[in-house]
């Protein structure tokens, strides 16, 4: 009877609080830093775009240009076959020219495109050879998307302007926001981009 009395006594005891460890004298505690928010900081350079890419877009444009100046420099489609139509994308674009069409007969018709894609990479470098402009001294400056108000599915105008420090020039290539991301198809000029003027 005596060691029930006595236990209920410290259970009364511990209830009330008069064993319960301070929070600060216990090791085992880890006390939390208050942290403060840190608000942004603006970049130090200013971006030139002077139009904003549609809503939605998860890529920056930037990436697709820096993309084609690494695709020009090289030669090598390899940087800019990341941005190539999908087949899906290919359908979804041109239901009437791909319809009754197999998936492989639609990666022909994307096969195509790449190539005219790769020809015309090859008339800007040799443009640049014979203007004496050395692709490898190029960056890139700016990166324009031009806004259109023809139907979703039409490509738009995306101008590559490029730059040696002393001359700009201005590529321009054909590419489609579609489901969150943005295809190259086609570069739309390769002549008089080098010229001296």
Known sequence: MRIVAIMTVIVCLTACGLFKKN???DPTVIQEEPVTEETPTEPTTPL???EIPPAGIKMTYGEICEAFLSTLQSGSIDQISQY???IAVARAMSAKETNGKSDKEVQ???DGLT???NENIGKLKTAASENNVDLNNL???NCLYNESTDPVMVPRVLSVELSNGVKDFSIPVTVLNYSG???VFEILMTTGIFDKK
């Open 115 to 117: 190539a005219r894609f």
């Open 108 to 110: 022909g018709m994307i």
């Open 139 to 141: 960056r890139v400056r």
């Open 48 to 50: 030139e775009v002077t």
């Open 84 to 86: 190539t139509p999908t």
């Open 23 to 25: 929070k600060g004298s």
């Open 181 to 183: 991301k943005t295809y």
